[in-house]
């Protein structure tokens, strides 16, 4: 109560949104969005919980809703399997799959909003026997397996009037004596129902929908079909009986055993899956708060304009509970109940001025105490019958659609003034549950967020373009309050330490993912921006003091253009293209620095190098050799698939970029490889520093120029930069590549203009079509042996024959168990979205090459520098090695990817340097020089991305 002593102490006027109603229905809520939420979230565990019946279904697809950036994103993804269905199916076994939703209120509404995305027909519940009737007379319903079914069921559908021909099913009836009606929900119901989507509210004088023992009846004699219930009420012990717990977002699920009456947290056994969230909307913030935002909206203005309490409108005024240093007439309450609690001795306060021999009892009021105010005309009856009142337990319902508890311990003069007051207070009850009985209508678990202003003498802002995951490492550096640098001298604060205040605003062409990744950062902002819309662009980046394009490369440049127009200095992690080299001179002008290739790689392996060649010229020495090794692999513990690689975007760009064709010195000779025979060029490599990794390389575009960038094309005699991958990756590519997987040309099979019959074809078929175009030259018996390419010991004779892998029987073991694990030889069909035979591949990928949830990236960056110093050479090693964050670590943000940090952390320490003077150098510039990589380098020590350097004689 220390709360709303100060709420009246300060004459603060305190309202309860909830309370805020039209004709008894309110006005403000987030109902919809628990629908919406709870409704996907059901959708992935019951694919979830079918997979461990063993069925594989499209519903496995689906994340839970706060995976995706948006609602949108969300209802795509349901579009998605809906087609899935539509085309594939599902298992005739679980069919007909039936979603029972029970209430038509706006959650029920919100969570069948989202079945209508899928393929579905909706039926009367009178017509759920004819469904699932499996009576041999019975006709089969067609398509039964393409699509789902829903039913809503009401009141009139769950309950029947004790007393047969006593009329029909009247809902006021009902509400007000509920004790007349039997439930029949689940004699009628809920042995047709697949999943239960329970929505209505209810409370303890209703007859539930669903008791432990109806529950069990139903299974131990073959009539349940349920599989899941997804309690979007949340009601412990409540419509359904047998919900005990509650479960989280991060752990949504939980099997419940009717036969043993127990939970346990995993799906390996018999029962029931349960998902019972109690704060869904959270998992849409930005929707549900610009519903609730725009709900509340229109009463504002009123609100800030009025003067006293009786200019408020009626619907906000009801809502007021304490206004001008006092409660409200409805509110009262509260005071009486604090007073009556005073501390004295138990009942000294109720007994005083009454006769020697007061009566009392304990009075237990349960229902909707306080929102409804029946806890005021309870306290006036008390009062108004001459009694007093203590309250002895109070327990305040923590949702909407939870009831509170309430026990009164009333004392009156005499025994017939107490059982008058017993009876009118009797009568509330029933005129409250009247009022109160409706449809849940939504969770009260909301955020709110306050922005403080707070005033400092130096305020930065950097504008960061692009919102993926490298943006919030960035987003994190720069708001940090602390930076350490080694400053000009004229710049030391504290040591080192400066504590400057840098703002953050993230544009995204799509406003949501840049909110995800501002999201409880402070300092930081989020705005909507097409950077092809130069207006807009010119004005956001006028505004800023640094801008980091975090965009594709190829976008860069009318970035750099409005940077250069408004004076304005830039940071990408892209390598410098000749356009953007031909801004040199008009940067150098507009006295602007457009810093490029500060990420990883390119980024921090220039810093790296540099390092270690400039010292080594600086004691006079000369370098024989530069190998540089750079790779984003999974963590050892996450490269648990035969190409011991994983995604974390889509594979083609990957692919492609393994297809390049490189070009390197080797002991003063330069070595061309085209770019089919790149994963061919593969070699095994052991590093000093880390030895137990199995990994090989493979050349790395042109190393040559890096010579010239880095001032030893005249001295060293290798010069090799390579892209790291654990052993084995090459060889199982440079096979899936001469098998044909990599032709990005229109394949005849995937034509629909060219097929002769309208089936899609199979995974199996376009790789028995690959083996056939791959050997048409061989002799007849071999290609005989080669169309039975399903059967394994066939697949591994064919592949035998592949140029890379011909008397290399590991090679071919590799490549066939790859293929077989990616699934490339299933007999499912190949979705209707790919074209060529490379999207075949890149959707095969895409599915089984993702890190899991709990999984972690490593990245890996190692330099070996041979120098010689007065007829001695010296190798330099120097390594980077970083592993990307757990949930664990991380339980108040996202996890930051080894990558994701690796590289949006060196564009936001190149952003300080600039933003703090650091820099002076004007145009295009690349991080080569001491000015940058020395403080650079020094930061980065403190991120927890160390390097690890040696010296040894040669």
Not at 264 to 280: K, P, Q, R, S, Y
Not at 298 to 320: G, M
Request: glycine content about 6%; overall charge negative; some cysteine.
């Amino acid at each position: 109560m220390h709360l709303l002593d100060k709420v009246l102490e300060r004459r603060i006027s305190l309202f309860d949104y909830e309370l805020i109603k039209d004709s008894n229905v309110r006005s403000v809520y987030f109902g919809q969005f628990a629908g919406y939420a709870g409704m996907i979230d059901g959708l992935r565990g019951l694919g979830e919980w079918l997979l461990s019946r063993g069925y594989s279904t499209p519903f496995l697809s689906i994340g839970s809703t706060y995976m995706y950036t948006s609602l949108s994103v969300a209802k795509q993804a349901v579009l998605a399997i809906g087609e899935e269905i539509k085309t594939s199916g599902l298992p005739p076994e679980i069919c007909p799959l039936i979603f029972v939703f029970t209430g038509a209120g706006n959650v029920s509404q919100g969570a069948q909003e989202i079945l209508n995305l899928l393929p579905h027909e909706f039926v009367h519940p009178s017509k759920l026997s004819e469904l699932t009737d499996t009576s041999p007379s019975k006709v089969p319903v067609r398509g039964v397996n393409f699509k789902v079914y829903g039913c809503v069921v009401a009141s009139e559908h769950m309950v029947e009037r004790k007393i047969p021909g006593s009329g029909c099913f009247d809902k006021h009836h009902y509400y007000e004596h509920p004790e007349e009606y039997s439930p029949v929900f689940a004699k009628n119901i809920a042995p047709h129902a697949s999943v239960l989507v329970n929505c209505m509210y209810w409370e303890q004088r209703f007859p539930r929908l669903l008791t432990i023992k109806e529950l069990l009846d139903l299974r131990s004699s073959g009539r349940s079909r349920l599989q899941v219930v997804v309690d979007i009420t949340c009601d412990k012990g409540g419509s359904i009986e047998c919900l005990k717990k509650y479960s989280s977002i991060q752990k949504p699920f939980f099997r419940y055993n009717p036969e043993n009456d127990s939970t346990e947290d995993d799906m390996d056994g018999d029962g029931i899956l349960f998902m019972a969230v109690d704060c869904l909307p959270t998992e849409l913030p930005r929707e549900s708060t610009k519903h609730f935002g725009n709900a509340l909206f229109p009463f504002l203005v009123n609100l800030a304009n009025a003067k006293t309490l009786a200019e408020i409108h009626v619907p906000v005024r009801d809502a007021c509970i304490a206004h001008e240093g006092s409660l409200t007439e409805m509110y009262k309450y509260i005071q009486k109940l604090r007073e009556a609690n005073a501390s004295k001795t138990p009942l000294l306060q109720e007994r005083e001025g009454m006769s020697n021999s007061p009566i009392s009892t304990i009075v237990s009021l349960s229902g909707h105490l306080f929102d409804q105010h029946l806890i005021n005309e309870a306290l006036d009856v008390i009062c108004a019958g001459g009694g007093r009142y203590r309250l002895a337990t109070c327990k305040l319902g923590q949702s909407d659609d939870e009831t509170s508890c309430a026990d009164l311990e009333v004392t009156a003069g005499s025994q017939d003034a107490l059982n008058c007051i017993v009876d009118k207070l009797a009568e509330i009850a029933v005129k409250g549950s009247n009022i109160r009985h409706r449809e849940l209508e939504g969770s009260r678990d909301i955020s709110e967020s306050n922005e403080n202003g707070i005033a400092l003498e130096k305020n930065y802002q950097v504008l960061i373009l692009g919102a993926g995951r490298m943006c919030e490492p960035a987003v994190r550096h720069l708001t940090s309050t602390k930076r350490r640098f080694r400053f000009r001298e004229a710049s030391y604060v504290d040591n080192g330490l400066v504590d400057e205040c840098v703002s953050v605003v993230v544009a995204s062409l799509y406003i949501e993912d840049a909110q995800r990744v501002v999201a409880g950062v402070p300092n930081a902002s989020a705005i909507e921006l097409d950077t092809s819309d130069t207006q807009n662009l010119g004005d956001c980046v006028s505004k800023a003091n640094v801008v980091i394009s975090l965009l594709p490369a190829d976008l860069h440049l009318p970035v750099a253009t409005a940077c250069i127009k408004f004076k304005k200095h830039l940071v990408t992690a892209s390598y410098v293209s000749e356009a953007m080299q031909a801004l040199d001179k008009m940067a150098k002008e507009a006295d602007v620095t457009l810093l490029c290739e500060m990420g990883l790689d390119p980024g921090i392996d220039h810093l790296m190098a540099m390092k270690m060649i400039d010292s080594a010229h600086k004691r006079g020495g000369r370098v024989q050799s530069f190998v540089s090794y750079c790779g984003g692999l999974p963590s050892p513990e996450a490269a648990n698939n035969p190409l011991g690689y994983k995604f974390s975007w889509n594979p083609a760009g990957a692919i492609k970029a393994g297809r390049n064709p490189a070009v390197y010195l080797m002991n003063g000779q330069k070595i061309e490889v085209p770019g089919e025979k790149l994963f061919a060029a593969a070699l095994p490599v052991r590093l000093r520093d880390t030895p137990a990794f199995a990994l090989e390389r493979l050349p790395n575009r042109d190393s040559l120029k890096y010579g010239e960038l880095y001032g030893i094309s005249k001295e060293a005699s290798t010069i090799f930069r390579a892209t790291l991958r654990y052993q084995g990756f090459s060889k199982v590519m440079d096979a899936l590549g001469e098998l044909g997987y990599f032709d990005t040309d229109l394949h005849p099979l995937l034509d629909p203009g060219a097929l002769p019959v309208p089936d899609q074809p199979t995974y199996n078929a376009m790789l028995d079509a690959l083996l056939l175009q791959m050997f048409h030259k061989m002799n007849e018996p071999e290609k005989r042996m080669m169309l039975n390419a399903g059967d394994r010991n066939s697949l591994s004779h064919a592949l035998a024959y592949l140029p890379c892998c011909k008397n290399n029987p590991s090679a071919v073991e590799d490549a066939a168990a790859c293929i077989r694990w990616l699934g490339l030889d299933a007999l499912e069909q190949v979705p209707k979205s790919c074209k060529s035979i490379f999207e075949v591949l890149c959707k095969r990928m895409e599915e089984k090459l993702t890190y899991g949830p709990e999984e972690t990236d490593m990245v890996l960056l190692h330099h070996e520098l041979d120098v010689e110093l007065n007829g001695q050479v010296e190798r330099h090693t120097a390594t980077l090695l970083a592993f990307g964050e757990t949930a664990e670590g991380c339980s108040q943000r996202r996890p930051e990817s080894a990558m994701a940090r690796t590289v949006g952390i060196p564009a936001a320490i190149a952003a300080e340097l600039l933003l703090f003077g650091e820099v002076k150098t004007r145009g295009v510039l690349r991080p080569l020089t001491a000015e940058i990589y020395e403080p650079a380098l020094e930061v980065l020590k403190t991120m927890k991305l160390p390097l690890v350097e040696h010296v040894e004689f040669l």
